[in-house]
């Protein structure tokens, strides 16, 4: 009953340490640990190459890879030299092996057998040298034992338990505990191969929606960073975005889905294309998270998530900011000073019958706004308005660097923010997006309400022609005048309220046309016979770029020119 009760005693520490691997290698690991020398001098443990997952059927012959041995160090024998820790063949343990387990050998009859089998046996007596090789043996009498690591559908490998000539010889009951050691492993290895191709997908699945690279519009500039979680808790639904809006100006986006898993990320998936398609319909930050609200509850009960809205207006200086229960950004001032902006907190888009509220805020020329997830600001450790504080009081120790009138390089303070993370601060994904206002001066906009009649046209013309011979750039008065008035002249056929023309000077001319009329204008090809439809074909062949874009009070229509 003694030696029964430390049978007992432990399979059940070893099981408890088996289970407490979090990796395939730290459960091999704690199989070896546990056996190492309480149940057996040395270990093989041999897995399928390569392990299958799931529901994954394998190809190609079975094969076996040693994945691990341990054993016990070589003691000193009384004559001072030295004892080996096993009478086999050194390199047995330590030299790694391939097998192939041919159909219908004496180890695929030990392996469907699923059972363990003492090394004497007829069946491990004539499969060992398959899967050791060479031709190599193990001890005589019952000092080994082969069993078979059955998964929840499959054998994934095999383990070898070994003991010394000078120690008690296995017993029938050591086949259970064999048996117990050799399920636990397999059933965790086999989880833990699933699992971790699960992350795998869900990982890539998160990337390949997150934006390859950023666009650059015009008065602002962009900086991204992205993190995922540690690998203890494995992938969130954080994402970000930065949108091109008519007008010159752009929407940023960041939100995070609650949880931690491949659903999270095909929810962040949805949402973010929601949110990509509101925006190009132009809506107020407010409309666009009540619509992702809705959104929300449309995918499930339980899907939630929070998600800051802003847009930010490079002509105008300013930017609204809407907020659904997410960390508020953070604001450097060209001068240093680095601000917590006071927006609204919302409810989290998903909770469903809430209203958004947002806020219009001064965004000066040289002030850096940063976005990100609750991952950069809170953890175990420090709860999230604490992380907050020292995300504020790490932008301004970084401006203060390079002093009040030279703001931090962009892609820099995103490192540095970054850098603020400690050992024990990565336990969610990080979404970051830094915007550098540079904004459009009232000098270089043009900005005109034009009557839809007639005349119209040969008014832009001269309008257009008066703003380049002030900015200096005459050289490009016949194309400008020529595309003015052909966009105009479409503008104005069937527009019943004024219309908008405004050109702006940057390191391109842009110049911008907008009516009360939301259909599109399409490029077509205009037969030799026609007397019109030939606007956006010129546009085409001029312009650097150009594109229309539909609105909530009709559409913009714009082109952009080089200039020296």
Request: aromatic share 4%; proline share 7%.
């Amino acid at each position: 009953m003694r030696r029964d009760g430390d049978r007992l005693r432990f399979v059940g520490a070893a099981t408890r340490r088996i289970a407490r691997g979090i990796d395939l290698d730290e459960i091999v690991m704690g199989l070896c640990r546990a056996t190492v020398p309480t149940f057996s001098d040395a270990i093989l443990v041999y897995l399928r190459d390569p392990l299958p997952v799931g529901e994954e059927r394998p190809s190609g012959a079975l094969v076996l890879r040693l994945r691990r041995t341990d054993r016990i160090p070589e003691e000193p024998d009384t004559d001072g030299g030295t004892m080996p820790a096993l009478q086999v063949q050194t390199d047995l343990v330590t030299t790694a092996e391939l097998c192939e387990v041919r159909p219908g050998g004496a180890l695929a009859e030990v392996l469907r057998g699923v059972r363990p089998v003492f090394a004497d046996a007829p069946a491990a007596r004539a499969a060992l040298p398959d899967l050791l090789g060479d031709g190599r043996t193990v001890p005589s009498g019952q000092r080994a034992i082969l069993a078979p690591l059955r998964g929840r559908r499959r054998v994934i490998g095999a383990a070898v338990f070994l003991r010394r000539p000078d120690r008690p010889a296995f017993e029938n009951d050591d086949l259970l505990v064999a048996a117990q050691l050799a399920t636990h492993s397999a059933l965790g290895i086999d989880k833990t191969v699933l699992y971790g191709r699960e992350a795998y997908i869900a990982d890539e699945l998160q990337r390949t929606m997150l934006p390859e690279t950023l666009p650059r519009p015009t008065g602002v500039r962009l900086a991204s960073r992205y993190l995922p979680a540690a690998e203890t808790a494995r992938v969130g639904g954080d994402w970000y975005n930065a949108i091109p809006l008519p007008g010159s100006r752009v929407a940023l986006v960041v939100g995070d889905v609650m949880g931690h898993s491949m659903t999270s990320a095909a929810i962040m998936g949805q949402l973010r294309t929601t949110a990509q398609t509101l925006a190009g319909l132009d809506l107020p930050p407010q409309e666009v998270l009540h619509h992702l609200d809705e959104q929300a509850q449309r995918l499930g009960s339980d899907r939630m998530a929070t998600c800051l809205y802003a847009v930010y207006d490079p002509v105008a200086h300013r930017i609204t900011i809407a907020n659904a229960g997410h960390p508020p950004p953070v604001l450097l001032h060209l001068g240093g000073r680095a601000e917590v902006l006071r927006v609204p907190p919302g409810a989290p888009i998903g909770v469903g019958g809430v209203d958004f509220e947002a806020v219009e805020l001064d965004a000066p020329a040289g002030a850096t706004l940063l976005l990100y997830t609750d991952g950069l600001v809170e953890s175990r450790l420090r709860d999230v308005w604490t992380g907050i504080e020292q995300l504020r009081e790490r932008l301004a120790a970084t401006a203060q660097l390079t002093g009040p009138d030279h703001p931090p390089p962009l892609e820099a303070l995103c490192d540095d923010v970054l850098d603020m993370l400690g050992p024990g601060d990565r336990d969610d994904d990080i979404a970051l997006l830094a915007a550098r206002f540079d904004g459009i001066a009232p000098s270089d906009v043009a900005y005109w309400y034009l009557e839809p009649e007639d005349a119209t046209p040969s008014r832009a013309r001269r309008l257009a022609r008066s703003a380049l011979e002030r900015w200096g750039l005459q050289e490009l008065n016949d194309s400008v005048e020529l595309l003015v008035s052909e966009v105009v002249t479409n503008a104005v056929r069937y527009a019943t309220r004024p219309v908008t023309l405004r050109l702006l000077r940057t390191d391109v001319l842009r110049c911008e046309v907008g009516d009360d009329v939301p259909q599109l204008p399409r490029l077509r090809q205009a037969r030799a016979t026609d007397e019109g439809g030939r606007g956006l074909y010129l546009v085409n062949k001029l312009a650097r770029r150009w594109g229309a874009t539909r609105l909530s009070t009709g559409k913009v229509v714009w082109f952009e020119l080089n200039h020296s």
